[in-house]
């Protein structure tokens, strides 16, 4: 079956630090890649996507890049902001017949301190 | 910029009651969705729904779920009979042809 393994949370950095929230899948098929973001008290943003091998997907300064070869989706920032904080979702989807469900992980929470 | 909107976003029932949870799923989109997120655990798939019938569902949605399209825009989730560990946020979503599904605000079940 399909399954997303991500970082156990949770994480706390000081502003502007370096981040990296590790993601790995077990996928039948090839899978579709994303990372959703929940702010606090909100629902799932779309952060970034990757659809296919050696993809990179960003947005807002976050980037993921599709790694076939480790089963990977690591989600990095290069400099941290208080309003980064969240919890991020990585998840997958194999397409075969089009409606296909997305499987999450359980979610990493991001604590960023001023 | 369209987005899914659901009503309530929060809801609060006795045990045994019925509830229905309401989405407006984004007008050109063909694909739709439930999830759910018990407090503090992943998020979870619930049913899809394509060209008004249910194409996949997992081992949560038993016989207590249902779910309709009554009048072309909204997309309900019903739950017949709750049970205290129903309590749960619930997530509608929906795609259109392309990769990334839109996900509505949600709904906080509470159930007491």
């Known amino acids: 079956g399909n399954s997303v393994t991500q970082m156990e949370g949770p994480v706390t950095l000081s502003e502007e630090a370096f981040l990296t929230i590790n993601c790995t899948y077990t996928a039948t098929g090839y899978p579709s890649l994303f990372w959703y973001v929940q702010y606090p008290g909100e629902g799932l943003q779309l952060l970034l996507k990757?659809?296919?091998?050696?993809d990179k997907g960003s947005n807002k300064g976050f980037e993921a890049t599709y790694r076939k070869e480790t089963t990977s989706f690591h989600l990095e920032k290069g400099s941290v902001q208080v309003s980064d904080s969240a919890v991020y979702f990585c998840?997958?989807?194999?397409?075969?017949?089009?409606?296909?469900?997305?499987?999450f992980g359980t979610g990493t929470r991001l604590t960023i301190i001023p | 910029e369209p987005e899914v909107t659901q009503t309530p976003s929060h809801q609060v029932t006795q045990m045994g009651q019925e509830v229905i949870l309401r989405c407006v799923p984004i007008?050109?989109?063909?694909?739709f969705y439930w999830y759910r997120q018990i407090l503090g655990q992943k998020v979870e798939f619930l049913v899809s729904?394509?060209?008004?019938?249910?194409?996949?569902k997992s081992e949560i949605f038993d016989d207590q779920f249902s779910v309709e399209r009554p009048d072309g825009s909204n997309f309900t989730l019903k739950i017949r009979s709750t049970k205290l560990e129903d309590s749960a946020m619930y997530f509608c979503a929906s795609r259109d042809d392309k990769v990334e599904a839109f996900f509505g605000q949600g709904t906080r079940l509470t159930v007491v």
């Open positions: 729904f394509y060209n008004n019938e249910i194409s996949e």
């Open positions: 998840a997958l989807r194999v397409q075969y017949f089009g409606n296909e469900k997305l499987t």
């Open positions: 990757a659809t296919k091998a050696d």
């Open positions: 007008s050109n989109h063909l694909y």
